[in-house]
């Protein structure tokens, strides 16, 4: 079986959606001594522990390979969620949090929106790496592509294309890294994300900005049906305004129109 050309299929989607940053490949590992060569843990490369958000950046911006463990991170929501954080109850650590921070009047509350978020079992991995997918440096788990609202629409009109079913997501506001970094990789089905709190203050992901999440094994769908999605009718990105139509004026404009017997 050949092997998959991800620069070929970075460069496709890049190139296909005018995106502004890299598409990501997210691989979950046992430990750190799986990191590829040259991989930069913030805690050694920056001397700082950092959000999975600003990793997340790191990668798509900066273009770094970027590898997380415990040891890396600062952001305790983020680590509980990705089972870091060895608590003996992370759902209900992260609701107490929640309610603390107001985000819920009370834990039962709390609880609702946290068994519908994705979180790993504790210690069910020790380590996730980040990077630009185009390096083609691991078969992904999960791949995170941002892009504004349109961007996203033809990646979803892609996925559709194969499946035929609409796509999912759950929207909470917070701890939105678990949405579409875990949400693919756990239902083996892409997500759609709106960025949380986290993301805009520390990874200075953008207002205009949403995130399309998908498992690995499903990049080559995507891009049939970027390829095929809406093709007889010119469906792409950017969208295309229609233009066959005759504008009309206010009247100052026909009267001198008239005037000079150009109308």
């Known amino acids: 079986m050949a092997e998959t050309n991800f620069k070929e299929i970075s460069d496709f989607i890049s190139n296909e959606l005018r995106l502004k940053t890299f598409p990501v490949a ?3 590992l046992k430990d750190a001594s799986e990191f590829p060569k040259k991989t930069r843990q913030p805690s050694v490369a920056m001397q700082k522990r950092v959000t999975i958000c600003q990793a997340v950046t790191l ?9 997380l463990t415990r040891e890396d991170l600062i952001c305790v ?7 870091f954080s060895g608590a003996d109850d992370p759902p209900a650590s992260l609701a107490r949090l929640l309610c603390e921070v107001n985000f819920h009047d009370d834990e039962i509350q709390a609880r609702k929106g946290i068994d519908s978020m994705n979180i790993l079992d504790n210690d069910r991995f020790g380590a996730v790496v980040l990077a630009p997918l185009s390096k083609g440096l691991y078969e ?8 504004n609202p349109a961007q996203i629409m033809r990646m979803v009109q892609a996925r559709v294309y194969q499946s035929g079913e609409r796509l999912h997501g759950t929207f909470g506001g917070k701890v939105e890294c678990s949405e579409y970094l875990i949400g693919p990789f756990t239902s083996q089905a892409p997500r759609i994300a709106i960025p949380g709190m986290g993301d805009r203050i520390f990874s200075m992901t953008q207002d205009d900005e949403m995130v399309f999440g998908l498992p690995g094994k499903d990049l ?10 809406g093709n007889r009718i010119g469906a792409r990105y950017p969208v295309t305004f229609y233009q066959n139509f005759q504008p ?3 009247k100052p404009y026909k009267i001198m129109g008239d005037e000079l017997g150009i109308l």
């Open 77 to 83: 929501p983020a680590m509980i969620a990705f089972g």
């Open 59 to 67: 990668a798509r911006v900066y273009g770094w390979t970027v590898g």
């Open 26 to 28: 997210v691989r979950f």
């Open 248 to 250: 009309d004026f206010p």
């Open 140 to 147: 992904p788990d999960t791949v995170a592509i941002y892009g």
């Open 220 to 229: 080559a769908g995507l891009i049939k049906g970027l390829r095929e999605a």
